[in-house]
C-alpha cells in the first residue's frame, strides 16, 4: 500500500523545482496533495495534471489570511491536513552587508522565516485535529554556515533551525514531529539562474568536481528523503536536521593522485 493513502499534505512553493519535485512524490505515494504557491497558472496546470488528488490554493505564506485559506481548502477537500511542507524560499541577489538594502533584507526574512512561522502556526490545529502528522522545514546548507554576500538568506536559514526545534517541543506531546532538511546545491532554477536583481547564478561560481559525490544534487534526492521523515518509518524523530548536500560540507575529496 503506498505510504501515504488517505494523507493530505500541503506543500509550499508547490511549483517550483523542488516543490513541484516534492507534489509529484507525495501524490505517486497515495497522498492527497494542496499545492501552495502565489502562481495560480502554474499551480492550477499542476494540479489538472495530476488529477482528482490535487488542489491549488494560492498561497501567499507572508500572509495569515492566506495562510487559514489554505489549511481551510485542505480540510475542505480532504476532509484533513496530515503533513506541511514549508518549501516555499527565495534568494537574495550578492551583496555585502553594507550594500544590501533594508527591504532586500525584510522579503527574504518574512518569506523565508515568517512564512516558515506562519505556517507552522496555522496548520497546527489543523494537524492536531487529524490526531497528528508532520512538518518539515526546508532550510539550506547555508544555515549550517557563513556565506559571504547572502547574509538575509542565511540568517533566515539559521533561524529556521531554531524555530524548528521550538515547534518540535512544543507540538510533540500532540503527535505533531517538526523537522528540518538542509539541501545543498540542487539543479534549479533556484540554482541555475541568477535571482532576482542578480546578474549571475549561484552555479556559475560554483562546481561539485572536488567533492565526495560530484554532481548536483536532484529535487528527487530531496524528495526521497522527505517522503521518508513524514512516514510513519520517522516516526521517532523530531526536532532533528537532515542534510542533503552530498558531501559539500565535509569539504573537498582527496584524490587518489593527490595522495
Known amino acids: 500500500m503506498p505510504r501515504f493513502d488517505n494523507q493530505t499534505v500541503l506543500v509550499t512553493g508547490g511549483t517550483g523545482g523542488q516543490g513541484s519535485s516534492h507534489v509529484r512524490a507525495f501524490h505517486a505515494e497515495g497522498a492527497n496533495v494542496v499545492i501552495g504557491d502565489i502562481d495560480a497558472e502554474r499551480g492550477a496546470a499542476l494540479a489538472d495534471e495530476l488529477g ?11 500572509d495569515e489570511s492566506s495562510w487559514s485559506a489554505a489549511v481551510l481548502a485542505a480540510e475542505s477537500a480532504f476532509g484533513a491536513l496530515n503533513v506541511l511542507v514549508n518549501n516555499a524560499g527565495v534568494q537574495n541577489p550578492p551583496a555585502t552587508i553594507e550594500n544590501t538594502e533594508q527591504a532586500t533584507w525584510s522579503r527574504i526574512l518574512d518569506i523565508n522565516l515568517t512564512g516558515t512561522f506562519l505556517g507552522i502556526k496555522t496548520a497546527a490545529p489543523a494537524l492536531r485535529r487529524a490526531a497528528g502528522g508532520a512538518i518539515v522545514n526546508v532550510a539550506s546548507t547555508m544555515g549550517l554556515g557563513g556565506t559571504a554576500h547572502y547574509a538575509p538568506y542565511v540568517a533566515s536559514k539559521w533561524a529556521v533551525r531554531g524555530l524548528t526545534q521550538t515547534a518540535a517541543l512544543e507540538l510533540g506531546r500532540d503527535h505533531i514531529r517538526v523537522n528540518t532538511i538542509h539541501p545543498g546545491v540542487i539543479a534549479t532554477s533556484f540554482i541555475l539562474e541568477p535571482a532576482a536583481g542578480a546578474v549571475a547564478a549561484i552555479a556559475d561560481f560554483y562546481s561539485p568536481e572536488p567533492f565526495a559525490i560530484p554532481r548536483l544534487g536532484e529535487p528527487t534526492d530531496v524528495s526521497r528523503l522527505l517522503l521518508f521523515l513524514t512516514s510513519s518509518d520517522a ?5 532533528s536536521e537532515y542534510v542533503i548536500d552530498g558531501g559539500l560540507l565535509l569539504g573537498p575529496a582527496l584524490q587518489a593522485e593527490t595522495v
Open 235 to 239: 516516526s521517532f524523530i523530531t526536532g
Open 52 to 62: 482528482t488528488r490535487a488542489r491549488f490554493a494560492r498561497l501567499d505564506v507572508t
